[in-house]
């Protein structure tokens, strides 16, 4: 962690990147002291190393041509999903605090592997042709594979999505659980908002390469707003709904 990213890198993109991480992670620590009176850089750094271990398993599995089983391959892919770096850090700034037994609990690591998972299975269904062509395995061609020809693709598909469904129910149960809960509200629902997210970047394809998407996102951050258009189609929605 302590050292000089000018001499121990083997690249200049393993520099920029280690460099463009650990700053990261220390402003999210640094930001936490006020949030929750402790730095929780530590924390942070476990989450960082949790989807590094995952990527690397995902790259022996394609570097040795290796098939894992299902169970194998969901253990890992719900964490190689990367929702860890971005929606973990943030449990610790939006106002709780949250003591290390409840961000161990088994009830926050429920609420995430639920949601990892069917953020997972989105993206498989979605990049299962791109993820075919460039030889990796993933849910859908898993579950094929391993029935021995028996399921079609039309089959897997139609697996994951009532898994997806499962999960999504789960994850609002858990949202919704109010007796015997130490997670708070507010950082609960954070699972459930990227649930909404997951759904929104995967509705249509796959939202990571979606040009579409990319419009959408370029849309809100780059044209700017223009209030007399608001008003006149907030005051047309007024007028039709009268009528």
């Not at 926050?108 to 989105?122: A, P, V, Y």
């Not at 699972?191 to 929104?200: D, H, I």
């Not at 796959?206 to 959408?216: A, I, L, P, R, Y």
């Amino acid at each position: 962690w302590d050292v000089d990213v000018s001499s121990v890198c083997c690249s200049e993109a393993v520099k920029i990147i280690f460099s463009a991480v650990r700053s990261t992670i220390c402003e999210i620590g640094e930001k936490s002291v006020e949030r929750q009176g402790r730095n929780v850089k530590d924390n942070v750094i476990k989450i960082w190393l949790d989807l590094m271990q995952s990527m690397f398993t995902e790259a022996e599995w394609l570097r040795t041509n290796a098939t894992p089983t299902m169970d194998d391959y969901m253990q890992n892919a719900y964490v190689s999903f990367a929702l860890g770096p971005i929606v973990l850090p943030a449990l610790y700034l939006v106002g709780p605090k949250l003591s290390d037994d409840v961000a161990e609990n088994q009830e926050l690591n429920h609420l995430f592997k639920t949601m990892s998972t069917c953020g997972r299975l989105l993206n498989d269904i979605q990049g299962f042709k791109r993820e075919s062509e460039e030889g990796k395995l993933n849910a859908v061609s898993l579950h094929m594979i391993h029935s021995d020809g028996v399921v079609t693709y039309e089959d897997a598909v139609d697996k994951m999505k009532g898994v997806i469904e499962d999960k999504r129910r789960e994850l609002l149960r858990l949202v919704l659980k109010e007796k015997g809960s130490l997670v708070p509200r507010d950082c609960k629902d954070l699972f459930w908002k990227m649930m909404k997210v997951l759904n929104l970047f995967y509705i249509k394809d796959d939202g990571f390469t979606s040009n579409e998407m990319h419009s959408t996102v370029n849309a809100v951050l780059k044209e700017p707003i223009i209030l007399n258009e608001l008003l006149v189609d907030s005051k047309d929605n007024t007028l039709s709904q009268k009528h």
